[in-house]
């Protein structure tokens, strides 16, 4: 197996920037206005705190996967395989991971719940990823399953305000993945319905 | 005669439900990437591997860290237990981390568990060393 893990190819440069990336956060209306509302959970009783429980399990589900995310981008943004515009891109796409990872752990704190901690290494099939194709076929991929992985958690949130933003965030990694599509020659909708 | 004709028919009806039953690899393959978020065959991600899973006790992926709740549930990977689970993991299994309402329909169940039994014993999908 020759797959290797961001921090090999994460440079100290790219470590700062995603730090001063989450001094930048701020957190949208609807997630603002959401989390504001969740305060009181801290002092409900155990129906609703058990309520809460089970969306914190679904949240750190999508953080984990947001955190993957993040380091996944990372890995194809300092790989040198990408060329710009095409990079600028994967950058910002890579923010929008952070901001939903920052949001998603926010509220898993909120909710009471303790935020699942982004792995120490991730491993990719970096050995695959020998061309700028190849490197946005990867993130269309894993774009591709984040709206599927959304759309499965969408409809087991209990708090429906939750599942508001969880469908944002999905509407937003449906963009990711049309433009990835559209950026590797393919029709970038391949369907009327999502799956 | 017609014990013969209603043989056939039987035989022939028996047939095309082992053929649903046994699911589509190939379709299973695009349902697949409804997985792609969390699961990679070859490598653990926020969820484990797949390759190996056939025949593997659930939670028994080393270097993976699964919830109590996976690792109570004494359950081994076959095609039967992986219908059940994926139908409604978290009705399948109360407490599991794979936070995912299901694959309702039994015919995209039965043609993924046919993509995943194909592909994990793929040598070129699922190489030495990843089964583990």
Request: with cysteine; hydrophobic share 45%.
């Amino acid at each position: 197996m020759s797959s290797t893990t961001p921090q090999a190819s994460t440079t100290t440069d790219a470590r700062r920037s995603f730090l001063s990336g989450f001094g930048k956060f701020t957190l949208s209306a609807t997630a603002v206005a959401l989390l504001a509302g969740r305060d009181r959970l801290a002092l409900v009783g155990s129906a609703e705190a058990k309520t809460a429980g089970n969306d914190v399990t679904i949240l750190n589900a999508a953080l984990a996967a947001e955190q993957e995310a993040i380091a996944a981008y990372q890995v194809g943004a300092t790989s040198g395989l990408l060329q710009k515009p095409v990079l600028d891109l994967a950058v910002q796409f890579q923010g929008h991971h952070k901001e939903h990872a920052t949001a998603l752990a926010t509220t898993v704190k909120k909710l009471g719940g303790t935020p699942v901690a982004a792995k120490a290494k991730y491993t990719f099939p970096v050995e695959k990823l020998k061309t700028q194709a190849d490197v946005l076929g990867f993130a269309a991929e894993l774009e591709r399953g984040a709206v599927s992985a959304y759309l499965g958690a969408i409809p087991i949130l209990d708090d429906r305000e939750l599942a508001k933003v969880a469908a944002s965030i999905l509407g937003d990694e449906a963009m990711h993945w049309a433009v990835l599509r559209q950026a590797l020659g393919q029709p970038p909708v391949p369907s009327a319905f999502v799956s | 005669m017609k014990l013969p004709f209603a043989l056939f028919i039987g035989l022939t009806l028996g047939a095309s439900l082992c053929q649903a039953a046994d699911g589509d690899a190939g379709k299973g393959a695009q349902i697949y990437q409804r997985c792609l978020a969390c699961h990679s065959l070859e490598h653990n991600r926020s969820g484990p591997r797949h390759c190996g899973l056939f025949g593997r006790p659930a939670a028994a992926v080393p270097d993976f860290t699964y919830s109590q709740a996976l690792k109570s549930a004494g359950l081994t990977w076959d095609a039967a237990t992986l219908d059940r689970f994926l139908e409604n993991p978290l009705k399948a299994v109360p407490g599991t981390k794979m936070a995912y309402a299901g694959i309702k329909n039994g015919q995209e169940r039965a043609d993924l568990i046919a993509y995943l039994k194909q592909a994990t014993h793929d040598p070129a999908k699922c190489p030495q060393g990843s089964s583990h």
